[in-house]
Nanobody, 116 residues
């Protein structure tokens, strides 16, 4: 079955960087667009970034544009999110997402906390 396992979250100071990873299995990873979402306490889950199946196209929420980079390694079945210049408002649980056969799949999430 489809499995998405995020890692790489943690506590970082404002201005710092983190790299999130999402290991995918149970489907043909290279054939599907992938996305990162995040959910802050008391807020709705929001789309952060998306990438096409081959990795040639990316989109970002305005709040992270220029600071975050989404990428993928189809040989390793892994999705990444490089996060630079982190701000306290980036604090959230970050989720990996794929839509496959009209079903939405989510990972368990990884906590990112930006605080001094």
């Amino acid at each position: 079955q489809v499995q998405l396992v995020e890692s790489g979250g943690g506590l970082v100071q404002p201005g710092g960087s983190l790299r999130l990873s999402c290991a995918a299995s149970g489907f043909t990873f290279r054939m599907f667009p992938m996305s990162w979402y995040r959910q802050a306490p008391g807020k709705e889950r929001e789309l952060v970034a998306s990438i096409t199946s081959a990795g040639g196209g990316t989109t970002y929420d305005d709040s992270v544009k220029g600071r975050f980079t989404i990428s993928r390694d189809n040989a390793k079945n892994t999705l990444y999110l490089q996060m630079n210049s982190l701000k306290p408002e980036d604090t959230a649980v970050y989720y990996c997402y794929v839509l496959r056969s009209r079903y939405a799949y989510w990972g368990q999430g990884t906590q990112v906390t930006v605080s001094s």
